[in-house]
């Protein structure tokens, strides 16, 4: 059974920086794809960014070059650095795994970790 537990959700301001992060158990690398999505409210929930299980990154087109998704394979951490933040970027951010190559229907979530961008 995957865990995924997230941490470093908060505030910021426009232009501001976050690192979100997500302790993840129970799984061997190359198993699964990791990544992030997010949801506001009254909103769909989106793909943010994944880390493809068999290699490769991929991005929504609205946080390419501002975000930055990375693993550390020794500590199982997926980690993703938010850069020049927008107010549009707030919702709630999720860890999930997907036993698939390219994430389109993760098996495991997170509890989510808020982020909040002020103008």
């Known amino acids: 059974q995957v865990q995924l537990v997230e941490s470093g959700g908060g505030s910021a301001q426009a232009g501001g920086s976050l690192r979100l992060s997500c302790a993840a158990s129970?799984?061997?690398?190359?198993?699964?794809?990791l990544g992030w999505f997010r949801q506001a409210p009254g909103k769909e929930r989106e793909r943010v960014a994944i880390?493809?299980?068999?290699?490769?990154?991929s991005y929504v087109d609205s946080v390419r070059g501002r975000f930055t998704i990375s693993q550390d394979n020794d500590k199982n951490i997926l980690y993703l650095e938010m850069n020049s933040l927008k107010p549009e970027d707030s919702a709630m951010y999720y860890c999930?795994?997907?036993?698939?190559?390219?994430?389109?229907?993760?098996?495991?979530w997170g509890q989510g970790t808020q982020v909040t961008v002020s103008p």
């Open positions: 999930a795994a997907d036993r698939e190559h390219f994430c389109p229907t993760p098996d495991f």
């Open positions: 880390i493809a299980r068999y290699g490769g990154k």
């Open positions: 129970g799984y061997t690398s190359r198993s699964y794809c």
